[in-house]
């Protein structure tokens, strides 16, 4: 079965910059979209970013845009997310998610087909 492994989460202060890392392995996900989610204590999960199998084409949460950006290294296998100007409001767990379908990733959450486990991002005032 695929895996997903984030790191590069942790403390920071607001205004801040953390890069997430998401390393898959089991097959590679070269065809695959590949996107970030995030979940804060008592709320749902919520799309973040995500990035189509080539790279070319992005969408982001509106209150992200201008400060995260997605990109990935189909060679590593791997996707990334560069957070900058973080706010309280950023802090949740982060998750990496992979699946065919772009759109499944942006508008359909629960049939994505892979899941990392999450790392947590906190962002202090």
């Known amino acids: 079965q695929v895996q997903l492994v984030e790191s590069g989460g942790g403390l920071v202060q607001a205004g801040g910059s953390l890069r997430l890392s998401c390393a898959a392995s089991?097959?590679?996900?070269?065809?695959?979209?590949m996107g970030w989610f995030r979940q804060a204590p008592g709320k749902e999960r919520e799309f973040v970013a995500v990035?189509?199998?080539?790279?070319?084409?992005?969408h982001y949460l509106e209150s992200v845009k201008g400060r995260f950006t997605i990109s990935r290294d189909n060679a590593k296998n791997s996707v990334y997310l560069q957070m900058m100007s973080l706010k309280p409001e950023d802090t949740a767990v982060y998750y990496c998610?992979?699946?065919?379908?772009?759109?499944?990733?942006?508008?359909?959450?629960?049939?994505?087909?892979?899941w990392g486990q999450g790392t947590q991002v906190t962002v202090s005032s």
């Open positions: 998610a992979a699946d065919p379908s772009f759109f499944t990733i942006v508008a359909d959450t629960t049939r994505v087909d892979y």
């Open positions: 089991g097959r590679t996900l070269r065809s695959y979209a």
């Open positions: 990035i189509n199998w080539s790279g070319a084409d992005t």
